[in-house]
């Protein structure tokens, strides 16, 4: 898997392969994608600038236009979805090998599919990845080793270091792409800077 591209499946896969290029295109790294619902479903995206700077409102906007008409073009979603944008903010999910190795020696969680040594559930400190093998030293010392494939979900955990290192990293261009905290996901509502747009086939 190709450290800049997020660790995907299914339908999620389906539409990253489609609007990665495009995001790409536009000096954009595409960070998350997620399908959310199926009656009407919304698709939410996150992205960085290609520098690792957070993306701004407008940047969100931008991207959105872009991806909904290619969207709109390959149609991997039938009937009404909608679509929204976001950046990944400071307390990102982790879901490409070059996130845990960028953010090496801070605080994460993560959460596994399939149970590894009896748990499903860690927390400590960011040792970076390799090979498919992400790696976290626990509070006790021990490190652990989890496949990047069988992630439920990865995110840093907001921390003053991390909002230091992150304030040094991002350099953001305006106002509008202050780094803000991330909400969890999937299930959360999409952090500040979201711009939503709807699309009917």
């Not at 994608?33 to 700077?53: F, H, K, N, W, Y």
């Not at 400071?90 to 590894?116: M, Q, S, Y």
Request: glycine residues 8%; contains cysteine; aromatic residues 2%.
């Amino acid at each position: 898997m190709d450290a800049d591209l997020p660790f995907l499946t299914g339908l999620d896969a389906k539409v990253a392969a489609i609007v990665a290029p495009v995001v790409a295109d536009m000096g954009f790294e595409l960070v998350r994608v997620a399908i959310l619902g199926r009656e009407s479903p919304t698709v939410q995206i996150m992205a960085d600038r290609a520098d690792g700077t957070l993306i701004s409102i407008e940047d969100c906007e931008q991207i959105s236009h872009a991806v909904g008409a290619v969207l709109d073009v390959e149609d991997p979603l039938p009937g009404m979805w909608t679509l929204e944008v976001s950046s990944a903010g400071i307390d990102r999910p982790l879901t490409r090998t070059k996130d845990w190795n960028r953010f090496a020696g801070h605080l994460a969680k993560a959460e596994v599919n399939i149970p590894i040594n009896g748990r499903k559930r860690f927390s400590g400190i960011l040792l970076g990845a390799e090979d498919g093998i992400g790696r976290l030293r626990l509070d006790d010392g021990t490190e652990a080793a989890l496949p990047l494939s069988d992630l439920r979900k990865a995110r840093l955990v907001l921390t003053d270091e991390l909002i230091a290192a992150s304030a040094q990293m991002m350099r953001a261009p305006d106002a509008e792409a202050e780094p803000s905290a991330g909400a969890e996901a999937p299930e959360s509502t999409p952090q500040p800077g979201a711009a939503p747009v709807r699309k009917t086939h």
